[in-house]
């Protein structure tokens, strides 16, 4: 008798060794697929109740491929021992959250409801990972339709919008295809629908800026690396995709002026300070600009800007003094040479000029003529108009007018190097 009650015994604890043995395994990463796992399936049920410690052990274990072979086997036992001990796991504070989170799934799966007070100890870190889990089995269309399948099947309707918010919160990207696939469904009502396609909107602009920003952080490694060149492919990019971020703008800007297109360059700088306004540096940029193309006047204006406003990063000191300092030179200048003229006259009449001596050198002597012409009707003292203009009249053969544009030039600063030598050439013909 005793030999035959021990076979019985050995015989009862063949599957727990079988299942004890699998579980091992893989842990190891030897999962059993297929006919096998449908043969240790069934000497998990043989085993019955003796199978659940064992089980309840692996789907504890910090190596997934055993926990989620113990969750497979779990979720075919089903009777109300293991609900018991699911919800005994449920209710200890002392269960890791990962291992609540593969019990609330068994009774889900169960289609028993969780019991109430559970707590977790970092419910946001098991949702990121949850969501990052799910996430990363969404290869084939077919385990895309499964999910979509059973997120329809878990979540209730009203919370589908707060659902697909943490998916896209925790998984970012990756979780537009799972949303974009909900939105396929002709089965959800109109407002969950237009929520979701709120929420996809809002994710594929993040998703834009997202791009934009590291487009414009390689874009400053490029130009702190002396390659403007590579740099500008790059902050053109940003600018198109982002045209109201005042920082692409402004680095575009720099970029452009590091190239020698100042026209290019300050048309960003301009649009970086209308962007933001109160940004002192902007103004800076500007001023800096604008006297690398002569366009003094226009570095004034920046600069009387720039000293309104607040400026508190390094360097602020030594940019207010140089400002300050220009501003001054700017005023005693006009002061001084130009006392009947206003200050916005004289600014209108350098922006004249530069478009003058663009149409000039562009071959264009009759737009020339006719733009330092409006120069010298506002400031009737610049001499730099006067020696131009006679340039403008020697191109279309005017001589006698070019004689006495270059005389008047002369008349208000003998020392005009161009207008001396331009004249020379002028009646040596």
């Known amino acids: 008798m005793k030999a035959a009650r021990g076979a019985a015994i050995s015989r009862s604890l063949e599957p727990l060794r079988d299942v004890v043995e699998s579980l091992s395994e893989a842990r190891d990463g030897a999962v059993p697929e297929g006919a096998e796992r449908q043969r240790l399936l069934r000497r998990v049920r043989r085993a019955g109740g003796a199978a659940l410690p064992t089980l309840l052990r692996g789907l504890a274990s910090t190596h997934e491929p055993e926990a989620t072979l113990a969750y497979y086997l779990l979720s075919h036992i089903g009777d109300d021992r293991l609900i018991g001990r699911l919800a005994s796991l449920l209710e200890s504070a002392e269960t890791p959250d990962r291992v609540k989170a593969r019990a609330l799934g068994l009774l889900s799966d169960l289609k028993v409801p969780a019991p109430t007070g559970v707590r977790l100890n970092d419910p946001e870190k098991l949702l990121a990972e949850s969501v990052n889990q799910l996430l990363e089995t969404l290869e084939e269309p077919g385990e895309l339709a499964e999910a979509v399948d059973l997120i329809l099947e878990q979540?209730?309707?009203?919370?589908?919008?707060?659902?697909?918010?943490?998916?896209?919160?925790?998984?970012?990207?990756?979780?537009?295809?799972?949303?974009?696939?909900?939105?396929?469904?002709?089965?959800?009502?109109?407002?969950?629908?237009?929520?979701?396609?709120?929420?996809?909107?809002?994710?594929?602009?993040?998703?834009?800026?997202?791009?934009?920003?590291?487009?414009?952080?390689?874009?400053?490694?490029?130009?702190?690396?002396?390659?403007?060149?590579?740099?500008?492919?790059?902050?053109?990019?940003?600018?198109?995709?982002?045209?109201?971020l005042a920082e692409g703008r402004s680095a575009l800007g720099i970029c452009l002026l590091?190239?020698?297109?100042?026209?290019?360059?300050?048309?960003?700088?301009?649009?970086?300070?209308?962007?933001?306004?109160?940004?002192?540096?902007?103004?800076?940029n500007l001023a800096a600009c604008a006297k690398q193309a002569e366009r003094v006047g226009g570095a004034y204006l920046a600069l009387r800007e720039y000293l309104a406003l607040k400026d508190e990063t390094e360097g602020a000191e030594e940019r207010r003094a140089e400002a300050r300092g220009f501003v001054r030179s700017y005023e005693k200048m006009l002061q001084g040479n130009h006392p009947d003229v206003s200050l916005i006259d004289y600014l209108r009449g350098e922006e004249l000029f530069a478009r003058a001596y663009a149409a000039l050198a562009e071959g264009r002597p009759e737009d020339a003529v006719r733009g330092f012409q409006s120069v010298?009707?506002?400031?009737?003292?610049?001499?730099?108009?006067?020696?131009?203009?006679?340039?403008?009249?020697?191109?279309?053969?005017?001589?006698?007018?070019?004689?006495?544009?270059?005389?008047?030039?002369?008349?208000?600063?003998?020392?005009?190097?161009?207008?001396?030598?331009?004249?020379?050439?002028?009646?040596?013909?």
């Open 155 to 244: 979540v209730p309707e009203p919370e589908m919008a707060a659902f697909a918010n943490e998916l896209v919160k925790h998984g970012g990207a990756k979780a537009r295809r799972l949303i974009q696939a909900l939105l396929k469904r002709d089965d959800l009502m109109s407002d969950t629908l237009s929520a979701l396609r709120k929420l996809d909107r809002r994710e594929q602009r993040t998703r834009v800026a997202r791009t934009a920003q590291s487009a414009l952080e390689r874009g400053l490694e490029y130009l702190e690396a002396g390659r403007p060149r590579a740099a500008r492919r790059r902050l053109e990019r940003v600018t198109q995709s982002q045209p109201r």
């Open 258 to 284: 590091q190239l020698g297109d100042c026209d290019g360059a300050f048309g960003e700088l301009r649009e970086a300070a209308a962007l933001q306004p109160h940004e002192a540096l902007h103004q800076w």
């Open 376 to 429: 010298i009707d506002l400031v009737p003292r610049h001499y730099p108009s006067w020696g131009n203009l006679g340039t403008a009249y020697a191109a279309i053969g005017r001589k006698r007018d070019a004689v006495r544009c270059f005389e008047q030039a002369l008349e208000l600063n003998p020392k005009y190097s161009a207008a001396l030598k331009n004249l020379a050439e002028l009646q040596n013909r």
